[in-house]
């Protein structure tokens, strides 16, 4: 089987003690490929790699690192067809998902902050025929990225691109669930032959990769995204370091739909922010509320909809779910559809396993599910499932569902569907969320404050906010 290497300092090399777990295809159940269990020794080794090349790479021109990343984003279209195949197979979506979002983002990123960084100025503040006040914006030096499965490329070069733009040396750990497509991007600083030392890429599980990369002393900032209990225990390990910390966290996102909205597009959209990616992706509505003026025609035609919706091996061209990441996410989804029984729910589409034919019989695929008569504070509406699973719940005034939808404890997204502006407006502004779509989801622009509130996370990714976090402003006064 396919060992994945580490790749620190220029090349490819074994971890350190020579131990390896299994990769698993989540379509078909069964080990693939061999993930390196890297330790703290190997961790340290990318660390020291990182530090030694910070001084040429921060003392590059902006033009020059900008080419660099662009190279790395030409180096992954290069490899587009096997971006697409790899990061399908490791996470179980489906191929035309991979082809159409994940990896053209991930080729986006790049160029977006290779472009972006040349645009990138700090400021002055000048005190009227006293003296000027000018901010130098310096990198920190090593930094540690730590990137989840849903998204795998996708949200791990979203992290690493920003950095290595503004001059830091990046240690990074891809999810141990979907490491390949990070493995691949090994291969393309090869092709390019990237500068050794600057991105340094070291596989394996959180506890311990992941951990090492958290309490090193040298590590100056640690950009996280995953679950809200991870986020809890790297926050409690770096802030005492006084460590930069930004952190992209779980969520349970209100999808709110008003009667006056429009029906046809409403209801095309929110098939897709409920299961697109199998529905795990965190932005994903997993709270549905519909006003009570269309809410029996919504519920009747978007369960037709989802009850014929394919869900099939990822290679499938007609697939419109794939597998779920893992078993034990499979079986934690299915644990939650029980425990919406138990609290009363009625199960209205999906609710089960969905076996496929051989050889995709051991694959993990759940049926698109969608729950009715639930109360809103329930475990299933207030705890994150991250799968194919949604809840739809009725309501009749704007204050009702503004209580429902911010009883949480998270805070990421919220998509309000309506055509009355000022109620737009009132409640985009009420709802407790870092990002708000109105009539619309999922529409992303770079440029734009990414990220969470509550249990949602601290801070914000994205354009001029990333790049203020890898860097560390320092103001200089001159007196006139
Ligand atoms: P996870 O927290 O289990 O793992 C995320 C990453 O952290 C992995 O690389 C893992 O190895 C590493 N890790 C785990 N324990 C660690 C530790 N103690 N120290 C250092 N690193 C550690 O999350 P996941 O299951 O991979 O991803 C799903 C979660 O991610 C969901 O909660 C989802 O909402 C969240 N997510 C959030 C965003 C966002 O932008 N807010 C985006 C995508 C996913």
Known sequence: MEKIQNYINGKFVAPKAGNYFDNIEPSKGVAYSLIPDSQTEDVEAAIAAAQAAFPSWSGLSIEERGDWMMKLSEGIAARMTEFVEAESRDNGKPIKLAEHVDIPRAISNFKFFATGVQHYASESHEMVGVGINYTLRKPLGVVGCISPWNLPLYLFSWKIAPAMATGNCVVAKPSEVTPYTAYLLCKVMEDINFPKGVLNIVHGYGHTAGDAIVRHELTKAISFTGGTTTGQTIAKIAAPMFKKLSLELGGKNPNIIFDDCDFDEMLSTTIRSSFANQGQICLCGSRI??????????????????????VSYPTDPKAQLGAVVSKSHMEKVLSYIELAKDEGGTILAGGHQVKLEAPYDQGFYIAPTIIEGLKFDCRTNQEEIFGPVVTIT????EEEVLMMANSTQYGLSATIWTNDLKRAHRMANDIEAGIVWINAWLVRDLRTPFGGTKSSGVGREGGWEAMKFFTEPKNVFVKY
């Open 289 to 310: 509320f519909v006003q009570k003026g269309i809410y029996d025609r919504f519920k009747t035609e978007f369960v037709a909809k989802i009850k014929n919706a394919k």
């Open 394 to 397: 009725p309501f009749e005034t």
